[in-house]
């Protein structure tokens, strides 16, 4: 096994020549231009050694494959029959390694429309040991993943909304399980994760959607007995999307609020009480109001948001210290790639964004330095088929090389005859790539404005401009003339933001205040 550290760059597109290429790319499950399948769902990665387990789901039954790390060839196939999803409906799962193995969890409908969850659980030789199904009511969107209570290797927790609000503890050991009831009150859908603080005490975090944004609504539950012990709404109007982290016992929120204006700003929540700081604004301007992750670098120094366009970097304190421009995505709500640092805790991205040839998305990986936000070394990455990729889960494996779990037209949700395709591709070589449309310095002025806006960069004729209002609506599309100036004295008073595309790609953002004369 390689026990070095490398973080390994390259650019590769089927468009482009070049002596750099991945080091593999292993393509799995459910493409098929003449029978389509049902559907293809990925529920985790367990690295091992030099091995990478993974588990998928491919029409109406658990997949486990194994890859080997080194050469991206596979190892080893299994197929768990016993407990089949009735196509096409399935609400997502997860994969993790336990104590015994590994145990999984899905859930899905019945050919009678019964919903019901399932839990496996697989002994390391890969051998199916027990399978319990506990049935449910309806299933109402996604259910959060697989956790382990602390201090505990053998019981697991998940949490799922359908005519209730539902915690399943499920032992890997004796294969008991309980089920916990709770009114949903306002809770609409759930976040992906479940916190526990330090005295064991469950914290489920829920969304009310209305309309264009949101309430978060908080459930303190003791596990065991599955005592309901707080409830609270944050009464606070919050849009559009958020992102949690937790933090000793609070919880970090960022998220996007209606007003007064559509700032970046920061809550923290006390998870043994629900109390709630006010609110933090950062005075800095989210283009994508889709959150994608909140992070922390490794010695806890820095916070990281990354939204479905941009990558902000504040101190610990919330200070703003730069944000870099990632470029647009059709679809940022189906990456879901985790921020990942090398071991100069340089930030690593791997998102999907919109090609310059046709309505399309394709993987792009970055490295940025931390200190500035510029770009170290970069992949772009366009699949051989014209279908959206979408970049799921990157991780490094035991040799700390960076790999990616990919999908091909996927869409993270209620699966409906979806014919997709599963990927894994490594990028292992360590190489200066070819450099990225650079971010533009951009000056517009005057601002306030009340007629015409100049544009203070003569290279940006040409680009074509969007014209979007406070809540990212595009009023107006058009190409920058070479007088570089915009006319905007047709709108109305109020705060408003300019997004400039090269070739398809952002390359730089501004906002004004538009005011009467």
């Given at each position: 096994?390689?026990?070095?550290?490398?973080?390994?760059?390259?650019?590769?597109?089927?468009?482009?020549?070049?002596?750099?290429?991945?080091?593999?790319?292993?393509?799995?499950?459910?493409?098929?231009?003449?029978?389509?399948?049902?559907?293809?769902?990925?529920?985790?990665?367990?690295?091992?050694?030099?091995?990478?387990?993974?588990?998928?789901?491919?029409?109406?039954?658990?997949?486990?494959?194994?890859?080997?790390?080194?050469?991206?060839?596979?190892?080893?196939?299994?197929?768990?029959?016993?407990?089949?999803?009735?196509?096409?409906?399935?609400?997502?799962?997860?994969?993790?390694?336990?104590?015994?193995?590994?145990?999984?969890?899905?859930?899905?409908?019945?050919?009678?429309?019964?919903?019901?969850?399932?839990?496996?659980?697989?002994?390391?030789?890969?051998?199916?040991?027990?399978?319990?199904?506990?049935?449910?009511?309806?299933?109402?969107?996604?259910?959060?993943?697989?956790?382990?209570?602390?201090?505990?290797?053998?019981?697991?927790?998940?949490?799922?909304?359908?005519?209730?609000?539902?915690?399943?503890?499920?032992?890997?050991?004796?294969?008991?399980?309980?089920?916990?009831?709770?009114?949903?009150?306002?809770?609409?859908?759930?976040?992906?994760?479940?916190?526990?603080?330090?005295?064991?005490?469950?914290?489920?975090?829920?969304?009310?959607?209305?309309?264009?944004?949101?309430?978060?609504?908080?459930?303190?539950?003791?596990?065991?007995?599955?005592?309901?012990?707080?409830?609270?709404?944050?009464?606070?109007?919050?849009?559009?999307s958020h992102e949690c982290l937790q933090k000793d016992d609070s919880l970090i929120v960022v998220f996007t609020p209606l007003l007064p204006w559509p700032d970046l700003t920061f809550m923290s929540v006390d998870m043994n009480s629900f109390e709630y700081s006010d609110l933090i604004y950062t005075g800095e301007v989210v283009t994508g109001y889709f959150y994608r992750n909140l992070c922390k670098s490794p010695t806890l120094d820095k916070y990281y948001v990354e939204t479905e366009e941009e990558l902000f970097q504040f101190g610990t304190d919330y200070s703003f210290e730069y944000v870099r421009v990632l470029g647009q995505s059709t679809v940022g709500i189906y990456n879901q790639s985790p921020v990942l640092f090398d071991q100069n805790e340089n930030p690593i991205l791997f998102n999907s964004y919109l090609n310059n040839t046709?309505?399309?998305?394709?993987?792009?990986?970055?490295?940025?330095?931390?200190?500035?936000?510029?770009?170290?070394?970069?992949?772009?990455?366009?699949?051989?088929?014209?279908?959206?990729?979408?970049?799921?889960?990157?991780?490094?494996?035991?040799?700390?090389?960076?790999?990616?779990?990919?999908?091909?037209?996927?869409?993270?949700?209620?699966?409906?005859?979806?014919?997709?395709?599963?990927?894994?591709?490594?990028?292992?070589?360590?190489?200066?790539?070819?450099?990225?449309?650079?971010?533009?310095?951009?000056?517009?002025?005057?601002?306030?404005?009340?007629?015409?806006?100049?544009?203070?960069?003569?290279?940006?004729?040409?680009?074509?401009?969007?014209?979007?209002?406070?809540?990212?609506?595009?009023?107006?599309?058009?190409?920058?003339?070479?007088?570089?100036?915009?006319?905007?004295?047709?709108?109305?008073?109020?705060?408003?933001?300019?997004?400039?595309?090269?070739?398809?790609?952002?390359?730089?953002?501004?906002?004004?205040?538009?005011?009467?004369?």
């Amino acid at each position: 096994m390689k026990k070095n550290i490398f973080f390994f760059f390259f650019l590769f597109s089927v468009s482009v020549s070049g002596q750099m290429s991945p080091s593999w790319i292993n393509h799995f499950c459910c493409f098929d231009s003449v029978g389509p399948h049902s559907f293809s769902y990925p529920l985790g990665v367990v690295v091992e050694d030099d091995s990478l387990i993974v588990a998928y789901f491919e029409d109406d039954s658990m997949k486990v494959k194994i890859i080997s790390s080194n050469t991206g060839a596979d190892l080893s196939n299994f197929d768990f029959t016993n407990d089949t999803v009735f196509s096409p409906v399935y609400y997502g799962g997860s994969f993790v390694k336990c104590r015994e193995g590994y145990v999984s969890v899905t859930s899905t409908t019945d050919a009678n429309g019964s919903s019901f969850l399932i839990f496996n659980v697989i002994d390391h030789n890969f051998n199916l040991i027990n399978s319990t199904r506990l049935g449910t009511a309806y299933l109402q969107n996604k259910m959060t993943g697989l956790f382990n209570y602390p201090g505990s290797d053998t019981s697991y927790y998940v949490a799922q909304l359908s005519d209730s609000l539902r915690i399943f503890n499920f032992n890997t050991t004796d294969y008991s399980a309980r089920v916990f009831s709770y009114g949903k009150d306002r809770m609409d859908r759930l976040y992906r994760n479940l916190f526990f603080n330090s005295s064991g005490d469950l914290t489920v975090v829920g969304f009310e959607p209305d309309g264009s944004h949101s309430s978060l609504v908080f459930k303190r539950i003791e596990v065991l007995n599955g005592n309901l012990l707080q409830s609270k709404d944050s009464t606070l109007s919050l849009g559009y999307s958020h992102e949690c982290l937790q933090k000793d016992d609070s919880l970090i929120v960022v998220f996007t609020p209606l007003l007064p204006w559509p700032d970046l700003t920061f809550m923290s929540v006390d998870m043994n009480s629900f109390e709630y700081s006010d609110l933090i604004y950062t005075g800095e301007v989210v283009t994508g109001y889709f959150y994608r992750n909140l992070c922390k670098s490794p010695t806890l120094d820095k916070y990281y948001v990354e939204t479905e366009e941009e990558l902000f970097q504040f101190g610990t304190d919330y200070s703003f210290e730069y944000v870099r421009v990632l470029g647009q995505s059709t679809v940022g709500i189906y990456n879901q790639s985790p921020v990942l640092f090398d071991q100069n805790e340089n930030p690593i991205l791997f998102n999907s964004y919109l090609n310059n040839t046709i309505l399309n998305e394709d993987l792009i990986c970055r490295r940025l330095d931390r200190n500035s936000g510029n770009t170290i070394d970069s992949l772009i990455y366009d699949d051989v088929r014209n279908t959206p990729d979408f970049a799921v889960a990157q991780f490094f494996d035991a040799g700390n090389n960076l790999n990616l779990l990919y999908a091909n037209d996927f869409d993270d949700a209620f699966i409906l005859q979806e014919e997709a395709q599963l990927n894994i591709i490594q990028l292992s070589s360590l190489t200066n790539s070819q450099d990225e449309i650079p971010l533009e310095v951009i000056e517009i002025y005057p601002n306030p404005v009340t007629n015409k806006l100049k544009i203070n960069n003569k290279n940006l004729a040409g680009c074509r401009v969007d014209l979007c209002d406070l809540t990212g609506k595009s009023l107006k599309k058009f190409i920058l003339n070479p007088e570089s100036e915009i006319d905007v004295s047709d709108l109305k008073t109020g705060l408003y933001f300019l997004q400039f595309k090269k070739e398809g790609i952002v390359i730089s953002n501004a906002k004004f205040i538009k005011i009467e004369n």
